[in-house]
T-cell receptor, first 110, second 117 residues
Framework: AQSVTQLGSHVSVSEGALVLLRCNYS??????LFWYVQYPNQGLQLLLKYTTGATLVKGINGFEAEFKKSETSFHLTKPSAHMSDAAEYFC????????FGAGTRLAVHP | GAVVSQHPSWVICKSGTSVKIECRSL??????MFWYRQFPKQSLMLMAT?????????EQGVEKDKFLINHASLTLSTLTVTSAHPEDSSFYIC?????????????FGPGTRLTVL
Protein backbone atom coordinates (compact mmCIF):
# COMPACT_ATOMS: atom_id res chain seq x y z
CA ALA A 1 0.00 0.00 0.00
CA GLN A 2 1.13 3.53 -0.64
CA SER A 3 1.03 6.41 1.81
CA VAL A 4 2.27 9.96 2.23
CA THR A 5 3.41 11.76 5.35
CA GLN A 6 3.86 15.49 5.44
CA LEU A 7 5.87 16.64 8.43
CA GLY A 8 4.47 19.79 9.94
CA SER A 9 0.87 20.83 9.45
CA HIS A 10 1.89 24.50 9.70
CA VAL A 11 5.07 26.19 8.55
CA SER A 12 5.75 29.89 9.00
CA VAL A 13 8.57 31.76 7.29
CA SER A 14 9.60 35.35 6.76
CA GLU A 15 9.34 36.92 3.35
CA GLY A 16 12.59 36.23 1.52
CA ALA A 17 13.47 33.21 3.65
CA LEU A 18 13.93 29.65 2.46
CA VAL A 19 10.81 27.53 2.22
CA LEU A 20 11.15 23.83 3.05
CA LEU A 21 8.08 21.59 3.15
CA ARG A 22 8.76 17.98 4.00
CA CYS A 23 7.20 14.91 2.42
CA ASN A 24 7.98 11.25 2.93
CA TYR A 25 6.27 8.45 1.10
CA SER A 26 5.83 4.73 1.33
CA UNK A 27 5.38 2.59 -1.73
CA UNK A 28 6.20 -0.98 -2.71
CA UNK A 29 6.95 0.05 -6.28
CA UNK A 30 8.55 3.18 -7.74
CA UNK A 31 5.86 5.84 -7.47
CA UNK A 32 5.03 9.02 -9.27
CA LEU A 33 5.26 11.96 -6.87
CA PHE A 34 3.48 15.29 -6.98
CA TRP A 35 3.20 18.59 -5.15
CA TYR A 36 -0.01 20.57 -5.42
CA VAL A 37 -0.92 23.98 -4.02
CA GLN A 38 -4.38 25.04 -2.90
CA TYR A 39 -5.45 28.61 -2.30
CA PRO A 40 -8.51 29.27 -0.13
CA ASN A 41 -11.77 28.01 -1.60
CA GLN A 42 -10.05 26.84 -4.76
CA GLY A 43 -9.08 23.56 -6.32
CA LEU A 44 -5.57 22.21 -6.56
CA GLN A 45 -2.89 23.49 -8.88
CA LEU A 46 0.00 21.28 -9.89
CA LEU A 47 3.36 22.69 -8.79
CA LEU A 48 5.62 19.92 -10.02
CA LYS A 49 5.87 16.19 -10.49
CA TYR A 50 8.43 13.42 -10.58
CA THR A 51 7.87 10.42 -12.78
CA THR A 52 11.24 9.15 -13.99
CA GLY A 53 14.63 10.59 -14.90
CA ALA A 54 16.23 13.56 -13.20
CA THR A 55 15.63 13.49 -9.48
CA LEU A 56 15.65 17.28 -9.07
CA VAL A 57 12.42 18.59 -10.44
CA LYS A 58 11.70 22.24 -11.08
CA GLY A 59 8.17 23.53 -10.97
CA ILE A 60 6.22 26.73 -11.26
CA ASN A 61 6.64 29.84 -9.12
CA GLY A 62 10.26 29.03 -8.31
CA PHE A 63 9.56 25.80 -6.44
CA GLU A 64 11.60 22.65 -6.82
CA ALA A 65 11.69 19.23 -5.21
CA GLU A 66 14.23 16.44 -5.07
CA PHE A 67 13.34 12.77 -5.17
CA LYS A 68 15.59 10.82 -2.79
CA LYS A 69 14.86 7.14 -3.05
CA SER A 70 17.18 6.16 -0.21
CA GLU A 71 15.32 8.51 2.14
CA THR A 72 11.88 7.95 0.54
CA SER A 73 11.51 11.71 0.51
CA PHE A 74 10.27 14.36 -1.89
CA HIS A 75 10.75 17.64 -0.05
CA LEU A 76 9.60 20.90 -1.62
CA THR A 77 11.81 23.96 -1.50
CA LYS A 78 11.91 27.56 -2.65
CA PRO A 79 14.93 29.79 -2.06
CA SER A 80 13.00 32.97 -1.26
CA ALA A 81 9.43 33.10 -0.01
CA HIS A 82 6.92 35.61 -1.32
CA MET A 83 3.75 36.70 0.42
CA SER A 84 1.79 35.18 -2.44
CA ASP A 85 3.18 31.74 -1.55
CA ALA A 86 0.91 31.56 1.49
CA ALA A 87 -1.37 28.60 0.82
CA GLU A 88 -1.96 24.93 1.59
CA TYR A 89 0.50 22.50 0.01
CA PHE A 90 -0.22 18.85 -0.63
CA CYS A 91 2.26 16.13 -1.43
CA UNK A 92 0.81 13.15 -3.30
CA UNK A 93 1.98 9.75 -4.42
CA UNK A 94 0.53 7.71 -7.20
CA UNK A 95 0.94 4.04 -7.98
CA UNK A 96 -2.54 3.03 -9.09
CA UNK A 97 -4.36 6.03 -7.61
CA UNK A 98 -3.42 9.42 -6.27
CA UNK A 99 -3.05 9.50 -2.49
CA PHE A 100 -2.62 12.83 -0.72
CA GLY A 101 -0.79 13.77 2.41
CA ALA A 102 -2.55 15.72 5.12
CA GLY A 103 -1.28 19.03 3.83
CA THR A 104 1.00 21.77 5.14
CA ARG A 105 -0.25 25.31 5.58
CA LEU A 106 2.47 27.80 4.69
CA ALA A 107 2.29 31.25 6.23
CA VAL A 108 4.60 34.03 5.04
CA HIS A 109 5.03 37.08 7.22
CA PRO A 110 6.69 40.39 6.41
CA GLY B 1 -1.94 23.69 -17.73
CA ALA B 2 -5.10 21.86 -18.60
CA VAL B 3 -8.39 23.38 -17.61
CA VAL B 4 -11.06 21.60 -15.62
CA SER B 5 -14.20 23.46 -14.69
CA GLN B 6 -16.90 22.76 -12.15
CA HIS B 7 -20.39 24.08 -11.88
CA PRO B 8 -21.76 25.39 -9.66
CA SER B 9 -18.95 26.84 -7.55
CA TRP B 10 -21.22 26.84 -4.54
CA VAL B 11 -24.71 25.60 -3.75
CA ILE B 12 -27.02 25.76 -0.76
CA CYS B 13 -29.89 23.32 -0.57
CA LYS B 14 -32.47 22.04 1.85
CA SER B 15 -32.13 18.70 3.56
CA GLY B 16 -33.70 15.93 1.52
CA THR B 17 -33.15 17.47 -1.88
CA SER B 18 -30.71 16.30 -4.56
CA VAL B 19 -27.86 18.34 -5.96
CA LYS B 20 -25.96 17.81 -9.21
CA ILE B 21 -22.40 19.01 -9.72
CA GLU B 22 -20.85 19.10 -13.18
CA CYS B 23 -17.20 18.64 -14.02
CA ARG B 24 -15.86 19.43 -17.48
CA SER B 25 -12.46 19.08 -19.08
CA LEU B 26 -12.26 22.07 -21.40
CA UNK B 27 -9.20 21.40 -23.53
CA UNK B 28 -8.56 17.68 -23.40
CA UNK B 29 -10.39 14.39 -23.40
CA UNK B 30 -10.69 13.03 -19.90
CA UNK B 31 -10.67 9.25 -20.10
CA UNK B 32 -10.71 9.06 -16.33
CA MET B 33 -12.35 11.39 -13.84
CA PHE B 34 -12.13 11.41 -10.08
CA TRP B 35 -14.31 12.88 -7.38
CA TYR B 36 -12.85 14.00 -4.08
CA ARG B 37 -14.33 15.34 -0.89
CA GLN B 38 -12.52 17.75 1.37
CA PHE B 39 -13.58 18.72 4.88
CA PRO B 40 -12.35 22.00 6.39
CA LYS B 41 -8.63 22.02 7.07
CA GLN B 42 -8.28 18.42 5.92
CA SER B 43 -6.86 16.63 2.95
CA LEU B 44 -8.69 15.35 -0.09
CA MET B 45 -10.39 12.00 0.20
CA LEU B 46 -11.03 10.07 -3.00
CA MET B 47 -14.69 9.15 -3.33
CA ALA B 48 -14.79 7.43 -6.70
CA THR B 49 -13.09 6.93 -10.02
CA UNK B 50 -14.94 6.83 -13.30
CA UNK B 51 -13.91 5.89 -16.80
CA UNK B 52 -15.88 7.22 -19.72
CA UNK B 53 -18.77 4.93 -20.53
CA UNK B 54 -18.25 2.68 -17.52
CA UNK B 55 -19.70 2.50 -14.06
CA UNK B 56 -17.80 4.36 -11.39
CA UNK B 57 -15.60 2.56 -8.89
CA UNK B 58 -16.31 3.76 -5.37
CA GLU B 59 -13.88 3.84 -2.49
CA GLN B 60 -14.65 1.87 0.61
CA GLY B 61 -17.20 3.60 2.79
CA VAL B 62 -18.68 5.76 0.03
CA GLU B 63 -22.36 5.06 -0.65
CA LYS B 64 -22.82 4.62 -4.37
CA ASP B 65 -26.58 5.08 -4.13
CA LYS B 66 -26.12 8.39 -2.39
CA PHE B 67 -23.35 9.77 -4.57
CA LEU B 68 -24.34 9.03 -8.15
CA ILE B 69 -21.58 9.50 -10.68
CA ASN B 70 -22.07 9.64 -14.43
CA HIS B 71 -19.25 9.90 -16.95
CA ALA B 72 -21.19 9.88 -20.18
CA SER B 73 -18.67 11.67 -22.38
CA LEU B 74 -14.95 12.33 -22.55
CA THR B 75 -15.43 15.89 -21.34
CA LEU B 76 -18.19 15.66 -18.76
CA SER B 77 -18.75 13.90 -15.47
CA THR B 78 -21.50 14.61 -12.97
CA LEU B 79 -21.84 13.92 -9.27
CA THR B 80 -25.35 13.88 -7.85
CA VAL B 81 -25.77 13.98 -4.10
CA THR B 82 -29.15 12.39 -3.50
CA SER B 83 -31.32 13.16 -0.49
CA ALA B 84 -28.67 15.46 0.87
CA HIS B 85 -28.28 15.91 4.62
CA PRO B 86 -26.24 18.43 6.63
CA GLU B 87 -23.42 15.92 7.08
CA ASP B 88 -22.98 15.94 3.30
CA SER B 89 -21.92 19.57 3.48
CA SER B 90 -18.39 19.69 2.17
CA PHE B 91 -16.09 20.88 -0.59
CA TYR B 92 -16.31 18.58 -3.59
CA ILE B 93 -13.46 18.61 -6.09
CA CYS B 94 -13.30 16.79 -9.38
CA UNK B 95 -10.17 15.82 -11.21
CA UNK B 96 -9.49 14.61 -14.74
CA UNK B 97 -6.79 12.68 -16.46
CA UNK B 98 -6.61 11.71 -20.06
CA UNK B 99 -5.16 11.66 -23.52
CA UNK B 100 -3.47 14.67 -25.01
CA UNK B 101 -2.30 16.03 -21.69
CA UNK B 102 -0.17 13.19 -20.42
CA UNK B 103 -1.66 10.29 -18.60
CA UNK B 104 0.50 10.75 -15.51
CA UNK B 105 -1.04 13.97 -14.27
CA UNK B 106 -4.43 14.74 -12.81
CA UNK B 107 -5.85 18.21 -13.30
CA PHE B 108 -8.23 19.55 -10.72
CA GLY B 109 -11.34 21.64 -10.91
CA PRO B 110 -11.89 24.68 -8.69
CA GLY B 111 -14.26 22.81 -6.40
CA THR B 112 -17.90 23.10 -5.39
CA ARG B 113 -18.89 24.05 -1.88
CA LEU B 114 -22.10 22.32 -0.87
CA THR B 115 -24.04 23.50 2.16
CA VAL B 116 -27.07 21.50 3.21
CA LEU B 117 -29.43 23.26 5.60
Amino acid sequence: AQSVTQLGSHVSVSEGALVLLRCNYSSSVPPYLFWYVQYPNQGLQLLLKYTTGATLVKGINGFEAEFKKSETSFHLTKPSAHMSDAAEYFCAVRVNKLIFGAGTRLAVHP
Amino acid sequence: GAVVSQHPSWVICKSGTSVKIECRSLDFQATTMFWYRQFPKQSLMLMATSNEGSKATYEQGVEKDKFLINHASLTLSTLTVTSAHPEDSSFYICSARGSGRGTDTQYFGPGTRLTVL
